[in-house]
Nanobody, 122 residues
């Protein structure tokens, strides 16, 4: 599966952004999908994940209550709605896919989008 992320940008603290990830290739519904992020000088960090059907979602504690992950299997897309953004959310955000169930470990994901920059100013 090929992944294409979009929707990043520059926003002030407290603002919102919506990231999207479009998938092509094998049937989308067989993949658990996740978003990770990587800030300068840091490792890749789990942000959120969603199950194959979209019935279950998982979040890092740092974004719980502010971010919402969703998917549309008919349109082969997964989205990340980010509200109440903070400067510490600044990072390159990546969508990722793996067969069957989700994990929080970046190394478990086989497919990655190219990343989209999110910058939150204070």
């Amino acid at each position: 599966v090929q992944l294409q992320a979009s929707g990043g940008g520059l926003v002030q603290a407290g603002g919102s952004l919506r990231l999207s990830c479009a998938a092509s290739g094998r049937p989308f519904s067989i993949y658990a999908m996740a978003w990770f992020r990587q800030a300068p000088g840091k490792g890749r960090e789990f942000v959120a994940a969603i199950s194959l059907s979209g019935g279950a979602t998982y979040y890092a504690d740092s974004v719980k209550g502010r971010f919402t992950i969703s998917r549309d299997n008919a349109k082969n897309t997964v989205s990340l709605q980010m509200n109440s953004l903070k400067p510490e959310d600044t990072a390159v955000y990546y969508c990722a896919a793996r067969l069957t169930y989700y994990t929080q470990r970046p190394g478990d994901y086989n497919y990655w989008g190219q990343g989209t920059q999110v910058t939150v100013s204070s």
